[in-house]
């Protein structure tokens, strides 16, 4: 079975900074996907970026952009330019023909 | 284009009572899933089909409860009888497959409170 951690529950960013966030996941799968979504307040879960593991180039999605590590298991991302609208819960998710196996989330705040 | 459509956005019943969910998925999505998010367990995926055959329900918590989907384009999640343990926001999900490729596209999500 595969596990997804995340291992910081709540991070802290002014504006305008960069926050990480980190999540480490454990499988013996060779082929799958991983993703990061965000929740704010209003409960919808978005989408912010996703990346395949057969891919050695990270994503980026604007502001977003990941730090792939596979033989490490390991899959953070990093918001530039922090906005006060990326205040949210943050989730890392493991896919693998089609379920979605979330971590526990880490809130970030963003303050002015 | 429309996203995933669930309803109602909130549900406030007592315990004992039947409680149906409902979700729309997007058109041309042939994977839709249903998970539970609460504070204790997170987000737990409880069942998904494919092209409206249930594929792995291996995450319904028990008996109370079942989902259908008698087309492609709607779906239920029933509880009966409701318990105040179920209280939680349940999502709808669909994709246009179940590779893991394909992103999987969220409803608002159902609160769910049983009192």
């Known amino acids: 079975a595969q596990t997804v951690t995340q291992s910081q529950p709540e991070m802290s960013v002014q504006e305008a900074e960069t926050v990480t966030l980190s999540c480490t996941y454990d499988t013996s799968e060779n082929n799958y996907y991983l993703f990061w979504y965000k929740q704010p307040p209003s409960r919808q879960m978005i989408l912010v970026i996703r990346q395949e593991a057969y891919k050695q180039q990270n994503a980026t999605e604007n502001r977003f952009s990941v730090n792939f590590q596979k033989a490490a298991k390991s899959f953070s991302l990093k918001i530039s330019d922090s906005q006060l609208g990326d205040t949210a819960m943050y989730f890392c998710?493991?896919?693998?023909?089609?379920?979605?196996?979330f971590g526990a989330g880490t809130q970030v705040v963003v303050t002015p | 284009d429309a996203g995933v459509i669930q309803s109602p956005r909130h549900e406030v019943t007592e315990m004992g009572q039947e409680v149906t969910l409902r979700c729309k998925p997007i058109?041309?999505?042939?994977?839709l899933f249903w998970y539970r998010q609460t504070m204790m367990r997170g987000l737990e995926l409880l069942i998904y089909f494919n092209n409206n055959v249930p594929i792995d329900d291996s995450g319904m918590p028990e008996d109370r409860f079942s989902a259908k989907m008698p087309n492609a384009s709607f779906s239920t999640l029933k509880i009966q009888p409701s318990e105040p343990r179920d209280s939680a926001v349940y999502f709808c999900?669909?994709?246009?497959?179940?590779?893991?490729?394909?992103?999987?596209?969220f409803g608002p999500g159902t609160r769910l409170l049983v009192l």
């Open positions: 998710a493991f896919a693998n023909w089609g379920k979605l196996q």
């Open positions: 999900a669909s994709s246009r497959s179940g590779s893991g490729l394909e992103t999987q596209y």
């Open positions: 058109s041309g999505h042939d994977y």
